[in-house]
């Protein structure tokens, strides 16, 4: 086996986030359940977008703000995922490279356009997504750079992509790729529906052992389990990978790697500004710890300092130096 010259490439949901501060009423008169996710057409998105607040525009999806958070902990990152050939698509590959993440899946022409999420944070910092997936429904096997995703420690995949079948069947391949040159695969379950519209595909992909590290969220082990206790939940699942880390919220997290067990508190945080990305980026910061060779604690440590960075302030995308944060609680 090759030394690997990336230490994760990721495929996903390529979007632009806009980011647009909310009052509870307004979420409340769109009809969608404030903190949860909802997909829309894009003639619904356009309606949306047109009655939103000022907001900011920043590439966006679970698995790219992943890569770009592991980036700026210093590690080196790859990216596939669809855009369109138009001007959010110029917009997303512009800043997740800008990030130091390598894109260089080619833009799709014509239409649909490049997906894009519009995020309403209420004051309490919980966000409501709406998102119109658009292009990157549409990334096909052919667009999979194969020497990337085989020169890679880690590639890692989301569960909201699983959806659409043409991704769907290009992570499956890269699964392969992955496998056949000794590299782990990592997957995040992503959201409760993922799981009720695809639990039985995930839980398969756990008994035919393609999946190296899971992360999930409580609720979401609960609803892979099919139970309401969380340590029967954990002990089950467990045992179906290598390493599953699983997200409480305030209560912190836990992981159990080939039998071992660490949890850890939730970091100390003066205010929850908004919630987006915080756990894709304590995936991150999980990740950057297991390619770094520290411990399973540590790991877990570097995830929460990363997922508590994000949620003091707007955006997925780190405004102080996790680097350096990691650096002075660590070492």
Not at 57 to 80: D, L
Not at 299 to 328: T, V
Request: charged share 20%.
């Amino acid at each position: 086996m090759t030394e690997p010259t990336l230490d994760i490439v990721a495929i996903g949901n390529a979007i632009v986030d806009v980011i647009a501060q909310a009052e509870e009423e307004f979420v409340a008169a769109e009809g969608v359940t404030k903190g949860s996710m909802r997909l829309m057409d894009e003639e619904t998105s356009d309606s949306l977008y047109s009655r939103m607040g000022p907001g900011r525009e920043i590439s966006g999806g679970s698995a790219a703000n992943t890569v770009a958070g592991m980036a700026a902990m210093g590690a080196k990152c790859g990216f596939i995922g669809q855009v369109a050939d138009d001007q959010l698509g110029e917009v997303f590959a512009h800043d997740i490279s800008a990030n130091g993440v390598v894109f260089e899946t080619p833009a799709r022409s014509g239409h649909p356009s490049t997906a894009r999420c519009l995020i309403l944070v209420t004051p309490d910092g919980q966000r409501t997504m709406n998102t119109f997936l658009g292009a990157s429904q549409f990334l096909p096997e052919a667009a999979l750079d194969r020497e990337m995703i085989a020169s890679a420690r880690i590639l890692y995949l989301e569960g909201y992509l699983w959806d659409p079948a043409e991704p769907r069947a290009a992570m499956r391949a890269a699964i392969d790729i992955a496998h056949k040159a000794g590299r782990q695969v990592a997957f995040t379950l992503s959201d409760t529906f993922c799981i009720a519209r695809h639990g039985g595909d995930f839980r398969k992909l756990l008994a035919d052992g393609a999946v190296d590290i899971l992360f999930a969220n409580e609720s979401e082990l609960l609803a892979l389990a099919g139970g309401e206790d969380f340590e029967a939940a954990l002990n089950s699942v467990a045992a179906s990978v290598d390493t599953l880390v699983v997200t409480r919220g305030g209560d912190g997290a836990v992981a159990i790697q080939k039998g071992q067990r660490a949890q850890v508190a939730a970091e100390p945080i003066d205010r929850i500004v908004d919630t987006t990305g915080a756990g894709d980026l304590f995936a991150a910061g999980f990740m950057a710890g297991q390619v770094q060779g520290r411990s399973l604690e540590d790991s877990l440590h570097m995830g929460a300092i990363a997922a508590a960075e994000i949620i003091s302030h707007y955006g997925a995308r780190a405004e102080a130096k996790l680097d350096e944060l990691i650096k002075a609680r660590l070492g």
